[in-house]
Structure formats: C-alpha cells, structure tokens
C-alpha cells in the first residue's frame, strides 16, 4: 500500500473516529435534559399507540368506525361518558373514543412525518441552489419563497378542495406547499455563508463540480438546521392537518382524525353534554405538538450548544442594561 493510500485510510479512521465522538457527546447533551428526554419517551410512546391501534381495537372489541347505539347512547341518545366499556368515553353516533384516537393518531403522525420530510426535502434543494449560484438564481427563488409565503393559506385550501374534494393527499400537498419555506431561508442564508469558506474554495481549486460540492461539502456542514427544523415541523404539519380536518377540508369522515373529532364535538354543541368529546382529542393534539416542540429545543441544544451558549450571554448581558435602565427611570421620577 503507497504512502497516499494509507494516509487516506488514517484520514478516513480519524474522521469517522469524531463524527462517533459527536454523536455520543450530543447523546449525552440530549439526556442530560429531562424536558427532552419526557419528550422523546412521550413521542415513542405515541407512536407505539399509532401503530399498536389494531391491539387497541382488538382488546376493547370495537371498531373506529362501527355504531354502538345499543351500548354507547343513552336513553336519551346522549353519548355516554368514560366507564368500564368505553374507557375514553363514546361520541354522538355511538363510536368508542379512545379506538379514533388511537387511529387517528395514525393519520396525524403519518401527515406529520411525510409532510415534514417531503417540505424539507424541497426547503433544502431550492435554499442550497439559491445560497450557492447567487445572482439572478438567488434573486428568482428568493422572490419565489416571498410569494409562496404570501398566499393566503385557508383561501389557497378551499381553492383546491373545491376542484378536487378533500382527500389525505391533498391535506399533505397542501401542507408541504406552505412549510417548505421556512427551512428553505435557513438553509438558503447558511449555504451563502458555507460557499465563502476556505474548504469550498478548496474544492473548487482541485477542479470538483457543482454536484460534488454541494452533496459532500455544503450538505454535510447543514446536517444541524436540517434536523433541527424537520423535527419542529412535523408539529406544525400535524396542527395544520388538524385545522383542515376541523373545517372540512382534510380527512373525510368517517376515517378518524383529531381535528376532525373536534369538529364534530363542535356541532350542535355536543361538547356542552359530553366534556369528553373535545378533552381527549384536545389532550392528544396537544400533547403531541408539544413534545415535538420541546425534542427539537432540545435537539438545537445538544447540536449546537455554542448557540445556546451565546443566547444565555445574550440574556445575561440584556438584565443588567434593563435593570440599569429601571433604576434611571425611578430615579428620573423621584
């Protein structure tokens, strides 16, 4: 073996040897925060519910769509509250609440997760094309995501539900069509600042093409922003998912979903007689939302804990201005 073959073993041995030592230190920086780590376990937790949802319907013996008027109404045609047969209660058509939760966590996640990646998917080719070529490239796409940003979301919904009718296919386009902009500036503004750097120049100067540096240079170097924004908008997608699936727009019934079951606790005020019908839905969107927001501070955190360290400096330098300006300003009035 010549001498350039083994140095680029060594090389290779070295740089696998760091990215391993990065990942258990960010590891351990994540499970050193209990707000993160309650996250992560709700979250897996969640996911188990989703996919166990068939366990669910097996072992409380009804279906997510199937009516029990004999069992689940009252005289009256109430829906009962929560109780040894249904345990999350049951909704005006007689319908066990905890089995369309349990699938309808199926829809949300599954909306949340495709719709995130397929967004940041589009977010980073348009923002490390723009952030690279510069120019008239940069000028077009950027004036691009300002009118994406632009279109009014409801309006462009109802729009597109009118032509082609509510379907899971078109909640996830249409969620996807108006998240990818976000990701899509970080990642534009962060590949403008990599192309400058020395080992990009590097790079050029040995003759490597556009492909070769964007994918092994620039791409690499984004990893952080990209797992960082994809993990906080998959809650953005699931409420989005919910906002159309409350107005009408999203799943079609009777397919569970939680916006949905909101929706219909929503009509003719049946949340007023069954408090459950909104409780439970509300409690899971929000929960979900929640540990999702929280797992991706905690995953900025951990990647990037130089950032979080110049914010605390930040915030520490700002009190004693702010104090400093209390005080002058009592004094000024005394």
């Not at 309650?38 to 996911?47: G, P």
């Not at 007689?273 to 905690?298: C, E, Q, R, Y």
Request: proline content about 5%; some cysteine; charged content about 15%.
């Amino acid at each position: 073996m010549s001498d350039m073959q083994t140095q680029s073993v060594d090389t290779a041995e070295e740089t696998l040897v760091v990215q391993r030592s990065s990942a258990n230190l960010t590891l351990r920086r994540l499970l050193r925060d209990p707000a993160s780590l309650i996250a992560f376990c709700f979250i897996i937790l969640l996911f188990a519910f989703a996919f166990g949802a068939p366990l669910v319907e097996g072992w409380t013996g009804h279906t997510a769509i199937e009516q029990y008027r004999d069992t689940a109404l009252s005289p009256v045609g109430l829906p009962v509250g929560p109780n040894s047969t249904f345990w999350l209660g049951a909704d005006q058509l007689g319908r066990d609440v905890l089995v369309r939760i349990a699938y309808g966590a199926r829809v949300s996640l599954l909306v949340g997760v495709v719709a995130a990646i397929a967004a940041s998917t589009i977010g980073v080719v348009i923002g490390m094309t723009a952030g690279y070529f510069g120019g008239w490239v940069d000028l077009v796409l950027g004036r691009f995501m300002d009118l994406v940003m632009s279109v009014p979301f409801l309006l462009c919904a109802l729009a597109l539900v009118s032509v082609f009718g509510p379907s899971l296919m078109l909640s996830v386009s249409v969620i996807v069509f108006f998240s990818w902009t976000t990701i899509g500036r970080v990642i534009r503004a962060e590949t403008t600042s990599l192309v400058r750097r020395d080992f990009v120049q590097a790079s050029r100067s040995l003759g490597a093409g556009h492909g070769s540096i964007l994918l092994r240079d620039i791409l690499p170097n984004l990893s952080v922003p990209i797992i960082i924004y994809t993990t906080m908008m998959i809650p953005n997608s699931i409420v989005f998912e919910a906002t159309l699936s409350f107005l009408g727009l999203g799943i079609v019934p009777p397919t569970p979903s939680w916006g949905g079951m909101l929706a219909e606790a929503g009509a003719n005020s049946m949340y007023l007689v069954a408090w459950w019908l909104v409780v439970f839905p509300g409690m899971a969107l929000l929960g979900s939302t929640l540990a999702f927001n929280i797992l991706g501070d905690g995953l900025r955190d951990a990647l990037d804990p130089a950032g979080r360290r110049v914010s605390k400096r930040r915030k520490a330098k700002a009190r004693p201005a702010a104090t400093a300006t209390a005080t002058d300003t009592a004094k000024a009035k005394g």
